[in-house]
């Protein structure tokens, strides 16, 4: 309880930061973290990735096996992802079953790889209504500080690059590169005050009153949005986030490979 | 400090300190009348008391402590305190320079106020109270709040007040240092920035070589720059 | 344990199939202080195992009904992330993991001073990322290092392995080939110093003869990990010896001039 009460002085001052176009940290506005991508971290995972930015930290790894289609979707693989926000990482994490703020980060993720169709789900049809791919996109955070839609999704998409489709292992010729087409990255502007910034710490979200989670494909395309948190945002601050996000993702992409 | 402790040397839980001659002091313990290290920490022998002074670690209180604390609730006659310490310390309104009248708390302080306060008592199960009534002690406003392990407060302050002192000369910063790991400060928002970095570094690397030395660099860089 | 011993694990000259003597551990890594919001934190490797502890605390204790006003209380939870084994594993806990979370609760309790922080909780979450035999041992030894990294009062630190039997033959440290189609598996946590046994279960079959000859080995390398265990946390505190810099623990208000 005492970690999520925000002392008002920390807040004034970041408020007062913000108000002069600073952070506590330093950075512009507009400037991300360091980030530090490995990829294939775990043999027993199809594909996986682990990912830093600043000190936040998650670990993604891609499992593949033999399943059903969708009865609507007959030559399309299947994909699920699922974030879980394990203990481990912060001391305002609990042990237990998807809490709202673990199911939205889930599907914000897996929305940006589904609607950039950044795995071609039809090349992972085995036989069309019987047979496809299963993908398991497991997501888990290790260090929290701030900014888990941009780390998980940075990481799910460095996994999923990663990722060899263990055809050998179920009869079904050789092993082969998973099938992609581009490479989605997501850019979150956080709200403070009436000033815009990109990928906040835990502090600055702590005191922060909207997000807009946007991700791009590799032509600066949009593929999906979120608007999270009970504050409310400008038609203005939405075109400088969509824009930051297609001028930050560029950058971040090559990162990725 | 004494010619005793000149040296720090690391030690490690299970380690063995004292093999006979010397008495246990805090973070050790006995066992076949050997005295070992109880925690990670730098082993200090004072007037023949072994001691490890801890690097890390959660701050207990202590009676008579002066600590920067949070309000974090509030009651009808008290205000609940948060110490950055696992035991939350209730503050009673006998206890504020204040006349309260019961059920009036909130009107003086609320829930994320901070406040400069001493450790009036603390009983076997580390029940804790704090009181306001003395002279300094107040809500703190304004200015900002770093948060660093209580067990490197003493190299922020460094010896007779010099490493604080140093930083205040250079910063022109108001600086507050409660021992419980909460330090406050106020000044122009450039200049604290520059004490929290100033800081950060002797949380960071308070084990090494020429601390002193180094924050010394880093503020003389940083201010001759702006210069 | 497969029990099948018809699976050729050792060859005529008493080597494994990866290549390692009878009573030789595998590679082992351990790094102390990996994670920044943890309070102490460790990162082990031991052959193909990938294992993060960390450790909160000590913190107020909640559900408040779970405060021991006599001590702390010690709560580890040993988990295997979906992907750290060949078959995906559903998240969450199951039957196993509590299992040795409550054995390893148990044997870090033993060595924590619980009577210094009534009231309160210490939590050690254990993550498998890499799972290839021998995890709750590798669980148990990143635990002791994060809660040292931690500060947390401990008596000391604690290794572990696991020995077991093997083509008839006792072997050290199993690995996943040897787990499956091995005959026995007994899994060890010790203090070195004092020979204060901690965790130990056992499954299979083992003659005393052979039991013996098992916690003879088990030891010994207790007492190899035990030292790495320590070089991990000298190499995170790296200190500079004979330093001589100028500290005092004087009283805050004496620089907090205003106050």
Known sequence: MARSIVSEIKRDHIHKLIADGKRVDGRAWDQVREISIQTNVVETAEGSSRVKIGNTEVIVGVKMSVGEPFADTPNKGVLSTNAELIPMASPSFESGPPDPESIELSRVVDRGIRESQMIDLEKLCIEPGKKVWINFVDIYVLDFDGNLFDACSLGAVAAIKSAIVPAKANGLGEDYPMPTTCTPVSVTSLQIENSLLVDPTLDEEKVATARLTVTTDDNGDLRAMQKGLSGALTLEQVKTAIETSRRLGIEIRKLIG | MNNESMTRELVLPGDLLDAGTMKPGEGTYVHDGKIFAAMLGIKSVKSNFVNVIALGGRYIPAPGDMIIGKVIDIGPSNWLVDIYSPYPAPLHVNEVPWRVEFGDTARYLAVGDTLLAKVLSVDETKRVQVTMKEQGLRKLQGGQIVEISHSKVPRVIGKNGSMIQMIKTYTNCRIFIGQNGRIWMDGNMEDMVHAMQAIKMIDEGAQTLKLTERVKEFLESVYRKEE | ?259
């Open chain 3, 1 to 259: 344990m497969g029990g099948n011993s018809d699976m050729k694990l050792i060859d005529e000259n008493g080597i494994r199939i990866d290549g390692r003597k009878i009573d030789e551990l595998r590679p082992m890594k351990i790094e102390a202080g990996v994670l920044k919001s943890a309070d102490g934190s460790a990162y082990v490797e031991i052959g193909k195992n990938k294992v993060l502890a960390a450790v909160y605390g000590p913190r107020e204790c909640h559900p408040r009904h779970m405060q021991n006003p006599a001590k702390a209380i010690v709560q580890c939870k040993y988990n295997m992330i979906s992907f750290s084994v060949s078959d995906r594993k559903r998240p969450g806990p199951d039957r196993r993991s509590v299992e040795i979370s409550k054995l390893i609760s148990e044997a870090m309790e033993y060595v924590v001073f619980t009577e210094n922080y009534p009231r309160t909780s210490i939590d050690v979450y254990i993550e498998v990322l890499q799972a290839n035999a021998g995890t709750r041992c590798a669980g148990l030894v990143a635990a002791s290092v994060a809660l040292a990294d931690a500060g947390i009062p401990m008596k000391d630190l604690v290794p572990a392995v696991a020995v077991g039997k093997v083509n008839d033959q006792v072997v050290l440290d199993l690995n996943k080939e040897e787990d499956n189609y091995g005959q026995a598996d007994l899994p060890i946590a010790m203090i070195p110093r004092t020979g204060e046994v901690l965790l130990m279960q056992m499954d299979g079959h083992l003659t005393q003869a052979e039991f013996d000859k098992a916690l003879e080995m088990g030891v010994k390398a207790c007492h190899e990990i035990y030292d790495l265990q320590k070089d991990a946390l000298r190499r995170r505190y790296a200190i500079v010896n004979a330093e001589a810099e100028e500290e005092t623990k004087e009283p805050a208000e004496d620089v907090n001039e205003e106050a």
